[in-house]
């Protein structure tokens, strides 16, 4: 295989052409904002919808749903799944509201010594549940869904969006459809908070790229209310800030209102949850001694790819078919780093890819689910969105629409159905 050439993001004939003059109507600016993103956003929910339909036809042939709790990855249709684990906590939030505490499971196994608390979920996407349900007349789930799904359209449009400055607009275009069909990608279109964190993260690396330094800060902001991984984002801007600072390209007010915002909704809501438990540590120890998920070092990654080599069952949350697709993305992980650094991308985007990874990694947690926890990092696509720039669009079509098809089975059948998501 040829070596993907670099690209600089300084080459100007790589870029989408600037409009010659700027849309006076809502009307112009509607239809420029629909020329510029819509073949990116249909590029995504084709192949979205390819995969989910397979997904869908796999849970009904199988008929294994029928058979679980509709808590448990269960319900009485197959569109029911779509809201069992996570999806069952998030809907618990926003029909009951929060009530954290920690309280002790009796005679609880080692990592199960607190019950399990909703106070573990952050609470924008809830919020968003809730409200459109009062203002659509939804029930949670149809609401939950349709804030994923239109999370995801603006997902993929922030991904084109950074793709495009970087690469110009065929990869931008390309990169959507790969997020649409990546492993873990099955979560993009359930009662999740995954595309709500992605089209906020791309949003916040576009407008550090553009230096919309305040409308960088304020969105990270929004999204460390939506998911804990919005650490990794927080640290990105704020290095991303600081360089800024002491280039002094940008001045000096608006760096450092990014710097300043970007970490406050994270840090708030972790502080509540502090203080309604009686224990400033309380969210850690909420996910540590609940859910058996913190910060590790990595022993429980490296624990559970030795057991996926050997053959092996006897590390905690063993999924042996999810497991091994988790240990052939962690092995893929070095070759699309080195790919993605030889581009010379953005300092936002290298730091907020390997903060995300080394969150991934260095934390004990559903080791299956390492394809979901991944989806954030979308920048890795970006040196194979490159790579198949150059293909044409029949040999594209093809390509990813045999990866949509798959995408059902891996992204989404063995996630919700083999594992726990």
């Known amino acids: 295989m040829n070596a993907i050439p670099a690209v600089s993001s300084d080459l100007p004939e790589q870029r989408s ?31 979205k919808l390819i995969g989910f339909t397979v997904f869908m036809k796999l ?23 779509l809201a069992s684990w996570d999806g069952w906590w998030y809907q618990q939030v926003a029909q009951f509201g ?31 549940m809730r409200l459109t349900s009062d203002v659509t007349g939804l029930g949670l789930y149809g609401a939950g869904m349709l804030v994923s799904i239109l999370a995801s ?3 993929a449009a922030g ?60 969105i990270t902001l929004i999204a460390g209310l939506n998911r804990p991984t919005a650490a990794a984002l927080i640290g990105a801007v704020g290095l991303a800030a600081l360089v800024e600072l ?34 400033w540590g309380g969210y850690f120890r909420l996910q540590r001694d609940s859910w058996l998920h913190y910060f590790d070092w990595g022993q429980g990654t490296w624990h559970s790819i030795r057991g996926v080599l050997l053959g092996r069952n006897d590390y905690p949350f063993a999924f042996p078919v999810p497991d091994l697709l988790a240990t052939l993305i962690v092995f893929s992980l070095p070759v699309l780093i080195v790919l993605l650094i030889r581009l010379r991308p953005p300092l936002v985007l290298t730091a907020y890819t390997l903060a995300t990874i080394v ?63």
């Open 246 to 279: 002491y280039r002094r390209e940008s001045g000096v007010l608006r760096p450092l209102a990014a710097m300043l915002l970007a970490p406050v909704g994270l840090l708030g809501y972790v502080a509540w949850v502090g203080w309604r438990t009686g224990e």
């Open 153 to 155: 359209l603006f997902a």
């Open 98 to 128: 929060y009530h954290p505490a920690l309280i002790p499971v009796p005679g609880g196994q080692p990592g199960f010594t607190i019950e399990q608390n909703s106070a573990a979920f952050f609470p924008l996407y809830p919020g968003l």
């Open 17 to 47: 052409e600037e409009p010659e003059s700027v849309p006076d109507t809502w009307q112009e600016r509607a239809r420029a904002l629909v020329v510029r993103f819509g073949p990116a956003v249909w590029c995504y929910a084709v192949l």
């Open 159 to 218: 991904i084109y969006a950074v793709v495009d400055r970087m690469s110009g607009p065929r990869a931008g275009v390309i990169a959507a459809g790969i997020w649409a069909i990546a492993p873990g990608s099955g979560a993009e279109w359930a009662v999740y908070s995954d595309s709500l964190f992605v089209a906020l993260a791309a949003w916040a690396c576009y407008f550090v790229m553009t230096k919309q330094w305040v409308t960088a800060g304020v």
């Open 359 to 421: 969150s991934v990694l260095g934390s004990l947690g559903i080791f299956g689910n390492v394809s979901r926890y991944l989806l954030p990092a979308f920048p890795l696509f970006i040196a194979l969105a490159v790579g198949m720039r150059k293909l044409s669009w029949p040999v594209l079509a093809a390509v990813l629409g045999t990866g949509a098809v798959a995408s059902g089975w891996y992204a989404g059948y063995v996630l919700f159905e083999l594992g726990v998501p």
């Open 59 to 81: 849970l009904s042939f199988a008929g294994d749903y029928a058979k679980k709790p509709a808590r448990f990855g269960g319900g009485a249709n197959t569109w029911d799944v």
